[in-house]
């Protein structure tokens, strides 16, 4: 929890924090098994840095200490988006100049996230095209399955284009977690995301269509909390459970709080359905990463020696730099962007991230006061 309290900076700043408490001070785990568990949240669907802390806690303490370790990490951010929420509800969003601010702090921080993620996950040719034809179909193919099939196709292209490429194998991680049971874990996790949406065609219920949303949303997200902002807005928005205005204000929100991003899920439940809407938006949206992770600690040692797996990696994380670029433009900069001021404005909050190194909560809080004054010019 302290962690949680502590921990801004989004999920590569967590990281750090986690070696520093677990592996430099605790001594709970090695470099060696750190690194590699590092790489496995990496390669999986969801939120990472939650995932890693996931997976600390079932190292330690089997699966009761990795619910523990990520209830400790999640509650803060969570209890102060709920908060947020609460305090927006009533309020005209639409014309205040502070939550305008937000929707720009958005566009800067998804630029740094893009920015970061293009240095290090398209490097050459091959992955830069896949990554702007992932862009292109993200935006020219608005439906609810673009993202889904874009995933499999670069997935697929990947195997193709770096099935041959070296892979370095490192020392085995040891779970205390059984091939049978991690089969049950991952077959629930494929039954939930089969099975939810017929559900939700059978029984008109919102808190299922309320799961639904979110349990795809946090199952198909490669890439971090970022990347889950477009799925978000396309299964959200359709609905009317939150407007556009309150959706961009939460979400330039989420990066001032410590924890993971994930946790603007917690926020959108309670703007639409309040403190119950806010715990099953949150179990719902976690509940993917817990499934998975448990799932493949045991099996982690195989698909890393597969060269396939890696290149099929490879593609899928070309394919998510090109799927932010889409959300980059629509519905970040199409939505806060209106104006020379705003774009001035923009530049200035993602030279502070990028250059000057400002912490989040810095650059949130100038984003705010920059669109009060933009408000009253």
């Known amino acids: 929890m302290r962690l949680g309290l502590t921990s801004f900076g989004g999920p590569i700043a967590h990281l750090g924090y986690f070696h520093d408490e677990y592996i430099r001070r605790r001594k709970w785990m090695d470099e060696q098994i750190y690194s590699e568990l590092v790489a496995l949240c990496q390669f999986l669907p969801g939120p990472a840095s939650s995932q890693v802390g996931i997976g600390v806690g079932i190292i330690r303490a089997g ?10 990490f999640t509650l803060p951010s969570v209890i102060a988006l709920v908060l947020f929420a609460f305090l927006l509800q009533g ?9 305008h601010g937000l929707k720009i702090v958005a566009v800067a921080i998804v630029a740094q996230a893009i920015l970061g993620m293009g240095l290090k996950l398209t490097p050459d040719r091959e992955r830069v095209t896949i990554a702007v034809a992932a862009a292109a179909v993200t935006l020219l193919w608005q439906t609810a399955y673009t993202q889904v099939l874009l995933i499999v196709a670069a997935g697929l292209l990947g195997l193709w284009l770096y099935k041959k490429r070296p892979n370095a194998v490192g020392q085995s991680i040891h779970i205390a977690i059984g091939k049978p049971f991690a089969l049950c874990s991952l077959l629930l996790f494929f039954v939930l995301l089969i099975a939810l949406p017929l559900f939700r065609q059978l029984w008109n219920f919102e808190w299922l269509a309320m799961f639904d949303s979110f349990y795809r949303s946090g199952a198909l997200v490669f890439g971090g909390g970022h990347v889950m902002l477009p799925l978000l807005e396309r299964e959200i928005m359709p609905q009317g459970w939150v407007s556009q205005a309150d959706f ?10 410590p924890g993971p991003l994930f946790t603007f899920a917690a926020y959108l439940g309670a703007m639409a359905g309040g403190i119950v809407g806010a715990v099953v938006a949150t179990i719902a949206v976690f509940l993917p990463a817990f499934l998975l992770i448990v799932g493949a600690l045991p099996f982690w040692n195989d698909l890393r020696s597969n060269p396939r797996v890696q290149g099929a990696l490879i593609g899928i994380n070309a394919a998510v730099v090109g799927i932010l670029l889409a959300a980059l433009y629509d519905p970040l900069w199409m939505t806060a962007i209106l104006s020379p001021l705003d774009f001035t ?13 400002c912490p989040p909560w810095i650059v949130v809080l100038t984003g705010a006061l920059g669109g009060l004054i933009i408000g009253n010019t």
Do not use: M
């Open 63 to 72: 699966l009761l200490g990795g619910f523990i370790g990520w209830l400790g």
């Open 91 to 99: 309020f005209d969003v639409e014309n205040a100049g502070w939550i």
């Open 248 to 257: 961009l204000a939460g979400y330039g929100a989420a990066q001032a709080v």
């Open 345 to 357: 404005l923009a530049l200035f909050l993602f030279i502070l991230l990028v250059f000057w190194k």
